[in-house]
T-cell receptor, first 114, second 116 residues
Framework: ETGVTQSPTHLIKTRGQQVTLRCSSQ?????VSWYQQALGQGPQFIFQYYREEENGRGNFPPRFSGLQFPNYSSELNVNALELDDSALYLC?????????????FGPGTRLTVL | DQQVKQNSPSLSVQEGRISILNCDYTNSMFDYFLWYKKYPAEGPTFLISISSIKDKNEDGRFTVFLNKSAKHLSLHIVPSQPGDSAVYFC???????????????FGQGTTLQVKP
C-alpha cells in the first residue's frame, strides 16, 4: 500500500506566473484535501475533493483551483502567483470524507514565489 | 480569526519527564479534535484524536484530555523520548455546520524538544 505522494518537491516561480501541484492519494482513498502552510503557521484548508467534485472550500481566492481525477489523484492550480503564496502545500487523503477517518498527509511541495 | 490556538511556540523537556502541550479553541461547533506530529521534510502524521463525547483518550504514552467548558485540550506524553522531538499541531473539525464540516482547522503548532 503506497502512501500519499506529491510532486514536485520544490518549485520556484515568479510573481504573475501559474503553477500546478500534483497529489496521488493513498490506495483506497477517494477524498483529497489541500492545505497551505506558511512559515511558522499551521496548515490552512484550501479545499477538498470527493469523487471528483469539490466538497468544501476555505477562505482562498478563486485563483486557487483544483481537480480530482477518476483515479482520485488531484491537482492544485494557482494562477497569478503572489509573493504571499510562498508556502508548503500539503495534500491529505482519506476515505469517504468522513472526519473520523484518519487523513494521511503527503510530504508537501515547497513553493517559492520571487 | 484564529479558531484554534496553541499559545506556546516551543517546549523543552528532559527525557523521561512528562510533556504537556496545550490547545484552545473558540468554535463551539467543533466536536472532533486531533493531534498531529510533524518532522522536517515530512507531512504531518496522525497521533491521537478525541471526540467531544469523551474527556480523555489514551494510546500508549500519549493521552489527550478535553475540557469542553473551557474549550481547552491538552496532549500528555509520558515518558518523553528524544524521538518525540517534532512540531505538534492541534486540529479541530465539526461534523455539523456549514463553515467547518469536512475540513481540519489547525493551530500554529508547538515545537517540542526532548533533551537526552
Amino acid at each position: 500500500e503506497t502512501g500519499v505522494t506529491q510532486s514536485p518537491t520544490h518549485l520556484i516561480k515568479t510573481r504573475g506566473q501559474q503553477v500546478t501541484l500534483r497529489c496521488s492519494s493513498q490506495s483506497g482513498h477517494n477524498t483529497v484535501s489541500w492545505y497551505q502552510q506558511a512559515l511558522g503557521q499551521g496548515p490552512q484548508f484550501i479545499f477538498q475533493y470527493y469523487r471528483e467534485e469539490e466538497n468544501g472550500r476555505g477562505n482562498f481566492p478563486p485563483r486557487f483551483s483544483g481537480l480530482q481525477f477518476p483515479n482520485y489523484s488531484s491537482e492544485l492550480n494557482v494562477n497569478a502567483l503572489e509573493l504571499d503564496d510562498s508556502a508548503l502545500y500539503l495534500c491529505a487523503s482519506t476515505r469517504d470524507r468522513i472526519i473520523y477517518n484518519e487523513q494521511f498527509f503527503g510530504p508537501g511541495t515547497r513553493l517559492t514565489v520571487l | 480569526d484564529q479558531q484554534v490556538k496553541q499559545n506556546s511556540p516551543s517546549l523543552s523537556v528532559q527525557e523521561g519527564r512528562i510533556s504537556i502541550l496545550n490547545c484552545d479553541y473558540t468554535n463551539s461547533m467543533f466536536d472532533y479534535f486531533l493531534w498531529y506530529k510533524k518532522y522536517p521534510a515530512e507531512g504531518p502524521t496522525f497521533l491521537i484524536s478525541i471526540s467531544s463525547i469523551k474527556d480523555k483518550n489514551e494510546d500508549g504514552r500519549f493521552t489527550v484530555f478535553l475540557n469542553k467548558s473551557a474549550k481547552h485540550l491538552s496532549l500528555h506524553i509520558v515518558p518523553s523520548q528524544p524521538g518525540d522531538s517534532a512540531v505538534y499541531f492541534c486540529a479541530a473539525s465539526a461534523s455539523r455546520g456549514s463553515s467547518n464540516t469536512g475540513k481540519l482547522i489547525f493551530g500554529q503548532g508547538t515545537t517540542l524538544q526532548v533533551k537526552p
